[in-house]
């Protein structure tokens, strides 16, 4: 991705054209660099574009695809895993849980100064037992495993807070809902 040692630019970021230019690639009548759909300017309603811009085309290269962003590899290479949730959907990380919590414990705790907060975060955090963030890492399997038998919304919250006993909704829980339903 960087002009090599015996080029005139060497070291320098390779842009665009160069690199599809190299792999054969850029389109003989040219493209533009970025399209309206790609900047984010417009609703990004056709996903299926493969030829919009330059910029896509080089998004969907089989070795750009497959390489790690830096912040995937630095926590790989710190031995954790990395693993990403879906958008919008905290109910499915316990973190938040376990955040919100800790929010609202230093809330109550704190007296509203800086110098308190730099205190109290790092206090209440480290206080929050165990068992508690257990809880909340169940709470939000049980939503993975509403989702996964194909509840949504409300129907989801629904099932979740009927079934507190375990990770898992019961096997037969569509049929359950459709009784409901039909009820
Ligand atoms: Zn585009």
Redesign the pocket.
């Known amino acids: 991705m960087v002009f090599p040692d015996n080029h005139k630019l060497k070291g320098k970021p390779k842009g665009i054209k160069q690199v599809l230019t190299e792999c054969n690639i850029w389109p003989e009548k040219g493209i533009r660099l970025?399209?309206e759909?790609?900047s984010g300017k417009q609703d990004d309603i056709v996903s299926e574009?493969l030829d919009?811009?330059a910029?896509?085309i080089m998004s969907l290269q089989p070795d750009f695809c497959e390489q790690r962003s830096i912040l995937k590899e630095a926590i790989i290479k710190a031995g954790h895993i990395f693993e990403r949730y879906p958008k919008f959907h905290c109910e499915c990380n316990f973190i938040e849980r376990y955040w919100g919590f800790a929010k609202r414990e230093t809330r109550r705790l704190c007296n509203y100064n800086y110098n308190d907060l730099l205190l109290k975060v790092p206090e209440v955090l480290i206080s929050v037992p165990v068992t508690t963030i257990h809880k909340f890492a169940c709470k939000s399997w049980r939503y993975m495993d509403a989702y996964n038998k194909g509840l949504e919304g409300r129907t989801a919250e629904w099932a979740v807070s009927k079934y507190k006993s375990h990770h898992r909704l019961p096997d037969n829980i569509e049929r359950i809902m459709d009784d409901l339903d039909n009820t």
Do not use: E, T
């Open positions: 970025m399209c759909q790609c574009r919009c811009c910029r896509r």
